[in-house]
Structure formats: structure tokens, C-alpha cells
């Protein structure tokens, strides 16, 4: 068994590097600290994104129109395979990402 800690503190030298928590069969949890986009992507499975600290503005396309939510700490969303999404954050964020391991 492992306990982690300060989670919702975690930081990395670069955007979008991660701290893993675990797998469960192929899917990966990671913590991930990020203070700039990503990149607009459709991933090839589902993705969970849970905001931890900070607030992220999630873009993604909703039949050819691109939308916006905005994500505080505690908000979460899922993200069906084929959806094309890409997280802004407002600030440096803390977010728990839960997919299948080499998602797309």
C-alpha cells in the first residue's frame, strides 16, 4: 500500500509534468502541474480531468463550435473518446488526469 501527500502542491520543472499515483489494469492516474496549455487533442479513450487546485478553462468542440467551461478546484469533467478538448489553466493548476495508459 502507498499514501502520497500534498498533491494538491505539486509542482515540476516544466508544464504538464506529472507526479503518477498508481495504474489500475491499463489506465494510468497522475497528478499533473501545469501553469500553460496544453495542446488540442482528441484522445482514443476516456479521460477523467479533476481540477485539484487552481482553475482551468476547458476549451473542447461541440458539434464544430468551440466551447468553454471553467473548471474551479473540485470541478471535473469526462471526456468520451473522440472528444477534442484542450486545457487552459488560469494561473499554475493541479489536475488529476485518469486514462488509459498511452492514450492518445
Known amino acids: 500500500m502507498r499514501f502520497l501527500s500534498g498533491l494538491d502542491a505539486f509542482t515540476a520543472d516544466r508544464p504538464w509534468a506529472?507526479?503518477?499515483?498508481?495504474?489500475?489494469?491499463?489506465?494510468?492516474?497522475?497528478?499533473?502541474?501545469?501553469?500553460?496549455?496544453?495542446?488540442?487533442?482528441?484522445?482514443?479513450?476516456?479521460?477523467?480531468?479533476?481540477?485539484?487546485a487552481g482553475v482551468v478553462d476547458m476549451h473542447y468542440r461541440d458539434a464544430g463550435e468551440e466551447k468553454v467551461r471553467r473548471l474551479n478546484a473540485g470541478d471535473a469533467c469526462f471526456a468520451e473518446a473522440g472528444d477534442a478538448h484542450v486545457a487552459h489553466p488560469v494561473g499554475e493548476a493541479r489536475i488529476l488526469v485518469v486514462e488509459r495508459r498511452d492514450s492518445a
Not at 18 to 43: E, F, K, L, M, S
Open 18 to 52: 506529472a507526479q503518477d499515483v498508481g495504474q489500475v489494469d491499463d489506465v494510468t492516474v497522475r497528478v499533473h502541474w501545469t501553469d500553460a496549455p496544453y495542446r488540442w487533442h482528441v484522445n482514443d479513450g476516456a479521460e477523467v480531468f479533476l481540477v485539484l
